[in-house]
């Protein structure tokens, strides 16, 4: 199975671009922010530690983590940001990969990993084929992320400092799809980056597919843990 990565700035578009490869191209995407929110509802073990951490002063009335407040915390201290991360990152990578796994039992060819601090983790790049960043100007990122969450320029720029620069990102690319024009733009890039990275599918080899049963046995094990 052909494993994509797909990052960028924050709000540079690649909620913008998963959609389109979700609902339009029928990819699946395995979406990092989206499982970072579930990890932490209430009682689970990630939960638990941020409320260790923070305190309950983190919470709302209904005991969910109020994340308007943990964003002002982490985005202006890279000592909680850590923290935070520490708490977090666990349990994303764990879901991820038990996601991956069960894309690679469905018998999907190819799985996108949407996952905004690639680049900054790491870890997570010697397993992708290749990594396409979404890209827009920084000016462009700023405008869009104070206009989505009606938000300050100070806060946008303290949560743009909290990640290594768009710029940046677009060096480390293996492909760019530029989200500056508009969505049709976007859409017509999707589309054409998605049939060629398709064809880099290949059957895999006897060999591979006997490796892949013993990785997929062994995955299941320990992703199933879990669940007894
Ligand atoms: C701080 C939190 C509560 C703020 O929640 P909020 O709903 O306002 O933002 P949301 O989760 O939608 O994130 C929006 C964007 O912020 C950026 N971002 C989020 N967390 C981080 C972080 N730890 N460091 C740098 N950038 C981050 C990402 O670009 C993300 O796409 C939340 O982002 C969080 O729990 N972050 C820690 C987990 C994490 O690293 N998530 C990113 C993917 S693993
Ligand atoms: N081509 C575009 N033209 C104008 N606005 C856009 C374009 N693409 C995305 N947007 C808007 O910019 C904002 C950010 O887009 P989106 O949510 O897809 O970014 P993101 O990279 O997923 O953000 P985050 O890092 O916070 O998860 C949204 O309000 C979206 O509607």
């Not at 924050?10 to 699946?28: F, N, R």
């Not at 689970?44 to 709302?60: D, H, M, N, S, T």
């Not at 039992?105 to 290749?130: C, K, M, S």
Request: charged share 25%; proline share 4%.
């Amino acid at each position: 199975m052909l494993l994509i990565g797909l990052t960028g700035g924050i709000a540079t578009g690649k909620s913008t671009v998963s959609k389109m490869l979700q609902d339009e191209l029928k990819i699946p995407v395995i979406d990092a922010d989206l499982i970072a929110r579930q990890v932490v509802e209430p009682g689970k073990p990630a939960y638990k530690q941020i409320v260790q951490i923070f305190g309950r002063e983190i919470l709302l009335p209904d005991q969910t983590i109020n994340r308007d407040a943990l964003g002002k915390l982490i985005f202006n201290d890279a000592d909680k940001r850590r923290q935070l991360n520490g708490a977090v990152h666990p349990a994303v990578f764990r879901e991820m990969f038990r996601q991956i796994l069960k894309c690679y039992i469905r018998g999907e060819r190819i799985a996108v990993l949407d996952v905004p601090l690639l680049f900054e983790g790491g870890q997570l790049l010697r397993y992708l084929r290749r990594v396409v960043v979404v890209y827009c100007d920084e000016q462009a990122e700023l405008q869009r992320l104070m206009a989505r969450n009606s938000m300050s320029e100070a806060d946008a720029r303290s949560r743009m400092n909290a990640q290594m620069s768009i710029e940046e990102k677009r060096r480390r690319a293996d492909i760019v799809i530029d989200n500056s024009g508009s969505l049709e733009a976007t859409r017509n890039q999707v589309r054409a980056v998605f049939a060629e990275l398709q064809t880099l599918w290949t059957i895999p080899s006897p060999a591979v597919l006997a490796a892949s049963a013993v990785a997929v046995a062994s995955g299941w094990y320990y992703f199933s843990r879990d669940a007894r």
